[in-house]
């Protein structure tokens, strides 16, 4: 069963840059067994897309986000990460990140089959 | 405003059978795109509970089952449990603009 922990600051200024890191264990983030997505969630609110990354290093982003979101692995680390530029107080919310599968041909999405625990990101002066 | 459509609130009593509709369209669900479903307790992360339309996970009880016909999907759960009392967001891919992953905004499940 993987895991995934996700860790960066809680707290970021307008205008700048989010940055968070999720560390995957209990497998190697290489395999092509899994990719591996960012989805958030504000306060009191639903899930929201952010985008996802192949071993390979291919991405798919939300196109709501794209011009501000990257999306990067370290295989080295068994870890990716998520930065996202231009933040404002819309951009609070708790950050999962989740790895993924798909279940058929059918499947463009992809599901989270694990999770990890969400870490909260505040965006204020 | 999501592109699939949930009701914000069902309820249900104990033991009873409940379902809540994900609702899309020809550019997602009715396109055959395959729906996931998702648990969410409070405080915690969404937990898979049914993924390609049907298919439960290893540890999910067999209360919850999922459908799917032309551009709606469903999940059913019989015999109501308190535990069941949470969030429930349906999944899916949406071809329009240009293409990504979307959520259901999401119904809150509540056993009287």
């Known amino acids: 069963q993987l895991q995934l922990q996700e860790s960066g600051p809680g707290l970021v200024k307008p205008s700048e840059t989010l940055s968070l890191t999720c560390v995957v264990s209990?497998?190697?983030?290489?395999?092509?067994?899994?990719?591996w997505g960012w989805i958030r969630q504000p306060p009191g609110k639903g899930l929201e897309w952010i985008g996802s990354?192949?071993?390979?290093?291919?991405?798919y982003y939300n196109p709501s986000l794209k011009s501000r979101a990257t999306i990067s692995i370290d295989s080295s680390k068994n870890q990716f990460s998520l930065k996202m530029s231009s933040v404002t107080a819309a951009d609070t919310a708790v950050y999962y990140c989740?790895?993924?599968?798909?279940?058929?041909?059918?499947?463009?999405?992809?599901?989270?089959?694990?999770w990890g625990q969400g870490t909260m990101v505040t965006v204020s002066s | 405003q999501s592109v699939l459509t949930q009701p914000p609130s069902v309820s249900g009593a104990p033991g009873q059978r409940v379902t809540i509709s994900c609702t899309g369209s020809?550019?997602?669900?009715?396109?055959?795109?395959?729906v996931h479903w998702y648990q969410q307790l409070p405080g915690t992360a969404p937990k898979l509970l049914i993924y390609?339309?049907?298919i439960r996970p290893s540890g999910v009880p067999a209360r919850f089952s999922g459908s799917k016909s032309g551009t709606s999907a469903s999940l059913a759960i019989t015999g109501l449990q308190a535990e069941d009392e949470a969030d429930y967001y349906c999944?899916?891919?949406?071809?329009?603009?240009?293409?990504?992953?979307?959520f259901g905004g999401g119904t809150k499940l509540t056993v009287l």
């Open positions: 989740a790895s993924l599968e798909t279940a058929s041909y059918a499947d463009k999405s992809g599901y989270g089959k694990n």
């Open positions: 209990g497998g190697s983030i290489s395999s092509s067994d899994h990719y």
């Open positions: 990354i192949f071993y390979t290093g291919s991405t």
């Open positions: 020809t550019s997602n669900i009715g396109a055959g795109y395959d």
């Open positions: 390609g339309n049907t």
């Open positions: 999944q899916s891919y949406d071809s329009g603009l240009s293409g990504s992953t979307v």
